[in-house]
C-alpha cells in the first residue's frame, strides 16, 4: 500500500505541486483580507496638559485609532496644533479636537460683537467647580457689606482658565460676552469681589 501511494505520489508530483501552489496563494489572499484596519492615525496629548498650555510639538503625538473612533475635527497635522492654546485641561491620550485647543481668533465663531473680558475670580477655589465651555453667572459682592450680593453678568461663557498662579490675588478667567457687559464686569471689579455661578442656561 505504502509503495503504491508512492508511485502516485511520483507519478503526479507536478500536479500535487501545482495544487500546493494554488493552495499557498488562496491562504495568503485570505490573510490579507483578514488583517485589521490598522486605524486613522490622530494628534493627542502626549502627557497631562494643564488649561492654557501654548501646545509645542513634545506635548502632542500620533497614535492610531480605528475609524469608528475618531472624534470628528481631530487632526493628524502638528501645524495645525501647535502653537495653539489648550482650552481646559487634558489627560495624556486625549485627543486633540477643535473643541479642545483654542483658534487663532479666540472670537471666531461667536457672534458679531462677543468680546473677550477677564474676569478675576476672589476666590481662586471657584476654579475647581467650572470648566472651558461653561456658561456661568458673574455675581459681584460688596466688601464692606453695604449691599448684598447681586448678579452683573448672566451666561458668560467661559474660554480660558489659567493654568497656574500668576502670584496675583484671586484667579482669572476669560469669559465670552458683549463690549457692555465686559464693562459693567471692568467697573464692578474696582470696587467688588467678583465670584461665579454656573448658568442654568
Not at 492654557?52 to 513634545?58: M, Q, S, Y
Not at 486625549?94 to 485647543?101: I, Y
Request: charged share 25%.
Amino acid at each position: 500500500m505504502v509503495h503504491r501511494i508512492a508511485r502516485l505520489t511520483l507519478r503526479h508530483r507536478r500536479l500535487l505541486a501545482a495544487l500546493c501552489a494554488g493552495l499557498s496563494v488562496l491562504l495568503a489572499a485570505g490573510a490579507v483580507t483578514r488583517d485589521p484596519d490598522p486605524g486613522r492615525h490622530v494628534l493627542v496629548a502626549a502627557h497631562d496638559l494643564a488649561s492654557g498650555t501654548v501646545l509645542t510639538d513634545d506635548d502632542v503625538r500620533l497614535a492610531a485609532l480605528p475609524p469608528d473612533a475618531v472624534p470628528a475635527h481631530s487632526t493628524a497635522s502638528r501645524d495645525a496644533v501647535v502653537g495653539r492654546t489648550v482650552a481646559g485641561p487634558m489627560r495624556r491620550g486625549e485627543v486633540l479636537t477643535d473643541a479642545r485647543v483654542l483658534h487663532a481668533g479666540r472670537m471666531t465663531g461667536y457672534p458679531r460683537g462677543t468680546v473677550l473680558a477677564t474676569v478675576r475670580l476672589a476666590d481662586a477655589d471657584a476654579l475647581t467647580t467650572v470648566r472651558v465651555g461653561e456658561s456661568v453667572d458673574v455675581v459681584a459682592v460688596d466688601p464692606e457689606g453695604s449691599e448684598g450680593p447681586r448678579v452683573i453678568a448672566r451666561d458668560v461663557e467661559i474660554v480660558s482658565i489659567p493654568s497656574g498662579s500668576d502670584d496675583s490675588p484671586g484667579a482669572p478667567i476669560r469669559v465670552a460676552t458683549s463690549e457692555k457687559t465686559a464693562l459693567t464686569l471692568a467697573r464692578a471689579a474696582l470696587e467688588s469681589r467678583l465670584s461665579v455661578l454656573v448658568s442654568g442656561g
